[in-house]
Structure formats: structure tokens, C-alpha cells
């Protein structure tokens, strides 16, 4: 198999809230205040293939963001190794990290704080590539218009400001911005959420156009499974800080293995079960700052066994390039 | 190559109302604040063109008789001609002093403002953006020094240092630079928050770049209040450092010595040495106020209709 363009190892993110001075004078005097840690993201490996688009899903809160950031090089995790094309980030020189930073770009939920209010598109746009030398001044409006050109943008509005546009034209900039570095790999994190249903159409089919012009590689990720069934190769299920399922997208909508993958599917409105009776995924998401002892999913999971409260299941391979971490190993009823 | 989507709906127009002209209709809706821009417009005119407009160079002491002492307002002057304002004890036109003493003391405040300015909102966004330690131990100075009046530091800063245009400069900002750093360190966190932050950090783009270029800019609206204000401050505290005698020289008065030589003779029915400086001083600051008033209205997003 080839090398993966980008790999997580171990890759763990806590968020500590320090003590403050009183809370320090409490502890010492005995009262039991501590730290408190969310584990975001809890020790998750995952490898994306040159030109692959991996959907990542998982209810909100479930460290899906936060993973998508750390993989962007925005977060740095709190333990754990990144690599890019099998270099991890700490062994590589300054050339090769400024690469790797450049290579991985990030599209960003909300199109309205992604862009900086007070430049205009073409210095949104031409900022990066201009201070990274990956064009000179002179050839900065062509190259500019060309990008705008690549997203489907009119380079005619590139003198104008970023509230003077609609919220698909913003998010099309935003992707020009990212495109503008010549990115191998883009992390799109919730990157159509926040738009009208109709423009969310235009921005996926211009993701899928974009990837094939460019060679890309994409992280999609999103609440949304009918979204990521559309648009991912190999979707990637997590759950409270963990992945819980990896498997091709057919295989994983037909034939999902994880009990909590299945709890979501069932969820999904379809049109061919119009009399379905939903039923929601039974309690609460278990807070990230205690997380349950075990498989993170026991307290939710109709098949929970005593193994599941005090023994962590590993994400193993159950048929070919699909993986579960379920102490049921794959055999729960479908 | 396919036709550009979705820019005929939603594109809004350009051309109808750009932020700057929404600006200057929201400044002007309160008279109150146009009046006071105005007002503030013809002091600094008058001030600029002081030297042209005067009878009298209160500078230059050959121009200046001790024997037109004291004249009440509408004396002729031994030179020839009217002291509409009187003069103060050494035979100063108060006329021509007041516009002197204007320019000295706008100068002073705007000088000090905007040093004060640089190096406090510099302070605040490295506070900002750095975080942990470095802003812990910032802010901490920055409350220390709020804890004092800001009169109180300047005059320490004064007695030590001496007098002189520049060593009041340099108290003043001693003085109000915390003002400064704490406003740009507010809203500089809840900018570098925002994802365009995090996108600038992804494009690889260099911390003193993200700074100034992209986080700077979108915390002016504040700067710009509290500068105005902070101005007008100065300009007050510059004449309360004179008139108490450590602030700028006899031989060159500001505002506040005009008020601090005139005060002597208050008593006497001779009120106009420190009364028309006072004014004029008055006028000024509470014209800046009544502007640095109407942009907070109008530059506060919590505010807008």
C-alpha cells in the first residue's frame, strides 16, 4: 500500500482548565477541587490515501473538530504524532515543514468569521502565495483571477469586501484562499452547514470538480451522513473522542457493524422508510470531561455486556478495510 | 470553464452606500455631536493659524510690555492695539495667549495620545496574542498601574524628571498607555478567536503579520473611542501638571498656566486672567468628549438600530 499523504497516530487532545489562585488555595487546604480536563480527542489513529476523501461524522461535541484542527495544523495535540507523507512533523526540516503547512488547508464552517472584514477578496486571496513567493507582485492579479476563476468566482468582484457577498460566494472564497497555497490535502470542517440547501448542492459538486482539477485529497467533515455518503470514499465514525467505525461508505450505510453507527443510521430521515418510527439514539451524550470507564458507548448501547463497562474495545479489522471497535467484534444482529 | 454560480442572487449592490458614508450619516444624527466636531474644528483652525490671526507673540518678550499688565478686557495696549481679553500680569495679550497656549496643549494631548496609543495597543495585542504568562503578567501591570490616578503618576513622573514639553509627553504616556493595552487586549481576544485567525495561522503566515495586518485592524472601532477620550485626558491632565506648578514652562504657556498665573489675582475682581483660559480649555475638552461620545454610539455593534 502506498504511503498515506497524511497519518494521526496516537494523537490525543486534552483541554485542561487551569486552577485558578483560589481554586489552588482550596486544593491545598484539602477541598476537592481538581483540574478539569476534556478529552477531546482520545488517542485516534487514522491514515488518509492520496486522493482519497474520507468522511468524518459523529454527533456534536464528539472531538470530530477538534481532530480536523490538530490534522491542519491549527491545534497542536496534546500527545501523539501527525505525519505528512511519513514525515512526522517534529523530524522535519523548515523547508519541509513550511511545505506540509502549506499543503494541508483548512475550509471553515462559518463563512462570515472565516474572512477578515477589513481586506478585500484579491488580498484574502493573494495574501499567502504573495508572502510565501509562490507568485511576485506582477503576476499576483492574474494568478488571482485565475483562483476566483477555479472556484467559479467573477475575478470582476475581487476589489469588493468580504460582507458585500452572499454566504456561498464567502464560502467560494474561502475555498480560493485555501486553493491559492496549491493545497494537496483540504480539511473541509462542516464547510456546507451553515448554507442555504441549494447552495450546499453547488459547493459539494464544486468540492468533487476541485478534486479532480487538483488532485485533491479531502477530510470532509460533517453531522451531516447524507452529506458525507455523497461526497466520502471511506467514512470514519466517531464517538466521544474515539473512532468507533472506519469503513468504504457503501459498505458502512449498508451493512454498518457498530452498534452506534447503526443508532445513527436509523436516524437518517430516508425516503424509502417514510413510516419508519424514529427513535433516537436513547440518553445523553456522556460528558467529555468524565467520560464513561469502558467502550465510551456502553451507557447508550442496547447490547452493553459487563466486558463494555470496564475493558476498552480496540478498532480492529473486520473485513477488508473495514474496522470496529465493539467488544460484540462485528457480530451484533443487523 | 462554467458560468459563475450564484452571483446573480444575494450579490448586494455596491456603490449604494459604503461604510464610510453610513458612518458619517449615523455622526450626524445627533446635533449635539456635530455641533461639538465643529466647535472642535474651529479650535484647532484657530489654534493652527494662531501666528497670523494674533496681534501679539506672547513668545517673544519683545513683544510683550509689562507695563500693559492686568488690562481688562477691551484695553488698548501701549502697543496700539485692543487686548479684546484682557492681559494677563506680565502684559501678555490673553487673546493671543489662549490660541499659543491652544496649540501647545493640543499638541501635547494629541502627541501624547497617539505615543501612547502605539505603545499601548502594541503591549495589549501581544498580550493578547501570546496568552499564558506573558498576558497574565502584562495585565497584572496594566491593573497595577489603573489602581493609581493617572494625575498622581504623571506628577511623580514630572517632579522626578523636571519640566519641559517632552518630559510631560513622556509622563503623560507613562500614564495612559494602560488604557490603551487593556481596550486592543479585549477586543484583540475575541478577534484572534475568530476563524480567520485560525485560517491566517494555516496559511502559514507569520505571527507579526497575523497581528498587525489581520487582527489589528478589526479592533480600531474601540481604539478609536478611547483614543479620542484619552486625548482629551491628556490634554486636561497637561493643564493640571501646569497650573500645579511642575508641568510646562512660565516663559511658554500652555493653558493650564495661563489659568495658574491669573489664579492669583481671582480675588482681586481680575477674573478674566483665569477665567477666558479656562474657557477656551473647557471648550476644547468638552468638544473632544462629545465627539469620542458619538463614535462610541456609533462605532458600538451593541448599539446599532
Known sequence: MSVPLI???????????????????????????????VHAVDAVDLAVRPGEVVGLAGESGCGKSTLGRMMAGILPPTDGEILFEGIAASEMSGAQRRAATLAVQMIFQDPFASLNPRLRVEQIIGE??????????????????????????????????????????????????ALAVRPRFLVCDEAIASLDVSIQAQVLNLFMDLREEFDLTYLFISHDLSVVEHIADRVVIMYLGRIVESAPTEQLFSAPRHPYTQALLADVPRLDQRKHDFSPVAGEIPSPLDPPPGCHFHPRCPHAMPICRTQQPVLREIAPGAFSACHLDGNSGT | MSVPADSAP????????????????????????????????????????????????????????????????????????????????????????????????????????????????????????????????????????????????????????????????????????????????????????????????????????IVFRHILPNCMAPLIVVGTVQTAHAIALEATLSFLGVGLRQTEPSLGVLIANGFEYMMSGRYWISFFPGIALLLTIVSINLVGDQLRDVLNPRLKK
Open chain 1, 7 to 37: 497519518e494521526v497516530r496516537g494523537v490525543t487532545k486534552h483541554f485542561v482548565k487551569r486552577l485558578d489562585l483560589a481554586g489552588k488555595i482550596a486544593r491545598r487546604l484539602g477541598a476537592d477541587v481538581d483540574e478539569e480536563v
Open chain 1, 128 to 177: 499567502a502565495p504573495l508572502v510565501h513567493g509562490l507568485v511576485d507582485r506582477g503576476g499576483l492579479s492574474d494568478y488571482v483571477d485565475d483562483i476566483m476563476r477555479n472556484v467559479r468566482l467573477d475575478p470582476a468582484l475581487k476589489r469588493r469586501y468580504p460582507h458585500q457577498f452572499s454566504g456561498g460566494q464567502r464560502q467560494r472564497i474561502g475555498i480560493a484562499r
Open chain 2, 10 to 209: 444575494g450579490a448586494p449592490e455596491i456603490g449604494v452606500e459604503t461604510p464610510f458614508q453610513r458612518f458619517r450619516a449615523e455622526f450626524f444624527e445627533s446635533w449635539i455631536a456635530a455641533f461639538a466636531l465643529g466647535l472642535l474644528g474651529l479650535i484647532v483652525v484657530l489654534a493652527l493659524l494662531a501666528p497670523w490671526i494674533t496681534p501679539q507673540n506672547p513668545y517673544d518678550l519683545g513683544q510683550v510690555d509689562v507695563l500693559d499688565g492686568k488690562l481688562p478686557p477691551g484695553s488698548r495696549a501701549y502697543t496700539g492695539y485692543t487686548m479684546w481679553l484682557g492681559s494677563d500680569g506680565a502684559g501678555r495679550d490673553l487673546y493671543s495667549a489662549i490660541l499659543y497656549g491652544l496649540r501647545i496643549s493640543i499638541s501635547v494631548g494629541v502627541a501624547s495620545g497617539v505615543i501612547a496609543l502605539v505603545i499601548g495597543s502594541t503591549i495589549g495585542l501581544i498580550a493578547a496574542y501570546a496568552g499564558g504568562r506573558v498576558e497574565t503578567v502584562v495585565m497584572r501591570l496594566v491593573d497595577l498601574q489603573l489602581s493609581f490616578p493617572a494625575a498622581l503618576i504623571a506628577l511623580m513622573l514630572v517632579a522626578v524628571m523636571g519640566r519641559g514639553i517632552d518630559k510631560i509627553i513622556i509622563a503623560l504616556v507613562a500614564a495612559q498607555w494602560a488604557y490603551y493595552a487593556r481596550t486592543v487586549r479585549a477586543s484583540a481576544l475575541v478577534e484572534s478567536a475568530k476563524e480567520y485567525v485560525e485560517a491566517a495561522r494555516c496559511l502559514g503566515l507569520g505571527h507579526a503579520r
